[in-house]
């Protein structure tokens, strides 16, 4: 799921990520909020709360707002930056090792909620929550060429109303078999996308409420486990090359 990417990919591969990954973003959305009182994937939310916080004169609030955006943007740049690096070194693992990436920090903030008190922890892992979605969802459009957003669900409904009314019209005008196809294809994919984030949304509302930083520890543990398959997989092309080259080596 975290080595192929664009055109190398099929929608199998894009629905097994975005489905695995949307859940997980759905998750921390909700524990998030349950904790800090903000939501750390919707940033057209947080957006919104900006602009009425600038017009009452809130702020703190304002200052909220501008944090947890600017926390996302970076985890973005970061993703990004990270990415680049790995298509320059022709290091096609380096989507998975983002996800670890991203799941070695939420296991410190799941941490940092069971260990630090009151206001360090808010301040920590609403920043901190943000940043990481802002780095998963930066990797994944990289990594599906734009087709997949695990946490941007308007997006992904706006996908969904279109291609259910193109599959709609199709019932009353000729359509290209083909056509046709890709956008079943198409909106399975997307709303299998949304009813993850959200099935993911409302177990993280539920098991964050009972187990509190313990359920983020075991999300890091979840996260950890889909993106190791790409690194060890990486290092198993690794040395299959050295031996070969070592094996030619004897042979000369």
């Not at 947890?68 to 990004?80: D, K, S, W």
């Not at 690096?85 to 903030?109: D, H, K």
């Not at 901190?128 to 941007?152: C, D, E, K, P, Y």
């Amino acid at each position: 799921m975290l080595v192929h990417e664009g055109a190398e990919r099929d929608v199998v591969a894009d629905r097994r990520l975005g489905c695995s990954l949307a859940a997980v973003a759905g998750a921390v959305n909700a524990a998030g909020f349950l904790a800090v009182g903000y939501y750390s994937a919707n940033m057209t939310g947080n957006v919104s709360t900006l602009a009425t916080a600038l017009h009452a004169g809130h702020v703190a609030l304002l200052m909220s707002c501008i944090g947890l955006i600017g926390a996302f943007v970076v985890g973005a740049v970061l993703a990004t930056l990270l990415v680049n690096a790995g298509r320059r070194w022709a290091l096609s693992s380096v989507y998975a090792w983002s996800i670890l990436l991203e799941a070695c920090l939420l296991g410190l903030l799941a941490l940092v909620d069971i260990l630090l008190p009151g206001t360090h922890r808010g301040v920590m892992l609403a920043y901190g929550l943000s940043f990481l979605m802002g780095l998963q969802n930066a990797t994944v459009t990289r990594i599906s060429g734009a087709r997949v957003r695990t946490t941007h669900m308007t997006g992904m409904l706006t996908d969904v109303g279109i291609e259910l009314a193109d599959w709609l019209d199709s019932f009353f005008h000729s359509t290209d078999p083909a056509q046709l196809a890709r956008t079943r294809e198409r909106l399975w994919l997307h709303g299998a996308i949304v009813l993850s984030f959200t099935t993911g949304g409302i177990a993280g509302a539920f098991l964050y409420g009972w187990w509190s930083g313990r359920f983020l520890l075991l999300l890091a543990v979840l996260l950890a486990c889909l993106s190791l398959p790409g690194t060890v997989r990486r290092a198993d092309v690794l040395s299959s090359a050295e031996n070969m080259v070592q094996k030619n080596s004897s042979n000369m």
